[in-house]
């Protein structure tokens, strides 16, 4: 009895080797190239391939991508904080300089406003800086960084661009106090400019408040009215800009009227001020320096008409000695 024998087949054909198959694929890229680079028969197929291999394409780039994206999103928060920061600064540093120049500017305006007003004034001023301010509340007093060095005396007329402020009150070598017109303490002969009628301003207390007192209830003095110094005491200059007429409040029952002003100076605001070199003679020697002026001029004027008197009569005594001597014509003829 034969055996017949059973042939197992292997569970995986064997094929060529892989040496085989790397030259075969080797030689077929080779001739693929070569046909793409010299003909273009392959062009629609590289074309569908390309189509095809896009989303593969797309894929193997998505964690590039994201990690670009992501380091460009961080980057760029950074570099925006940066930058914001130094915006800011940049903005800080602007708004220094605004403020600065704005500063500036308003001292600028202040000084040719003081300027101008010291054009208008007749009397020698001397321009000064305040420096300090009373701490006490119920005290208007400044410091100015004028003093005795600078010819600075006791009383003397204190004045901004506006109108007036004080005066000067405790004299230091290089520095004066001087005492505000808005000081309990102090009062100031006032007229209206209106019409010139006389009254007493007197500080409140208020720096923006003064108080006119003993005006009769019927004088003539209404809201708007110009106040301006009137030179009675001697202290102050006349014609200096005081205050400004606020309100005035009429009783029936009271002889005087309530009258109340508001000052022209910023005596708040002002940092640049006018110290007035006015006459500081007291009224006797003004008096007698007057006196003393008068009779030279009445000197020289009687000197003059004395003068003239004698030239005159000198003028018909030489042409009486002249004539004599000059020929008629009834001589000429004979």
């Known amino acids: 009895m034969a055996h017949k024998e059973q042939v197992i087949k292997p569970l995986f054909a064997k094929g060529p080797s892989l040496g085989i198959r790397l030259l075969v694929f080797a030689v077929l890229s080779a001739a693929l190239m070569v046909v793409d680079a010299r003909f273009e028969a392959l062009k629609p197929v590289r074309s569908q391939m390309g189509l095809v291999l896009t989303p593969f394409y797309w894929m193997a780039d998505l964690p590039v991508r994201a990690w670009q994206n992501a380091t460009q999103q961080i980057s760029s928060r950074n570099e925006l904080m940066a930058e914001n920061e130094k915006l800011k600064a940049e903005a800080l540093l602007l708004q220094r300089r605004l403020q600065k120049l704005a500063t500036l500017t308003e001292q600028n305006v202040r000084l040719r406003e003081l300027l101008n007003s010291a054009a208008l004034v007749d009397d020698e001023v001397l321009v ?21 060095k600078d010819g600075v005396f006791l009383g003397q007329p204190v004045l901004d661009a506006r109108g007036l402020m004080g005066q000067v009150v405790e004299i230091m070598p290089y520095t004066a106090r001087v005492l505000l017109i808005t000081d309990n303490t102090h009062s100031i002969p006032v007229q209206v400019n209106r019409n010139g009628l006389r009254a007493i301003a007197v500080g409140t207390g208020n720096p923006e408040s003064l108080e006119l007192r003993h005006v009769a209830d019927t004088a003539d003095i209404k809201e708007g009215d110009l106040l301006v110094s009137s030179g009675m005491g001697q202290r102050f200059p006349a014609g200096y800009p005081v205050a400004t007429v606020k309100e005035v409040i009429h009783d029936s029952g009271q002889p005087f009227a309530i009258v109340r002003a508001t000052p022209t100076a910023a005596l708040n605001r002002s940092r640049y001020l ?19 002026a008068q009779e030279a001029a009445d000197r020289e004027a009687q000197q003059q008409r004395e003068s003239t008197t004698a030239s005159q009569a000198e003028s018909p005594g030489e042409a009486t000695d002249a004539a004599p001597h000059a020929p008629t014509p009834a001589q000429e003829t004979h």
């Open 128 to 148: 000064s800086e305040l420096i300090g301010v009373d701490p006490n509340p119920y005290t208007h007093r400044i410091l100015i960084d004028k003093g005795e």
């Open 274 to 292: 006018l110290l007035v070199f006015s006459d500081r003679r007291t009224p006797e020697e003004r008096a007698n320096d007057s006196a003393q």
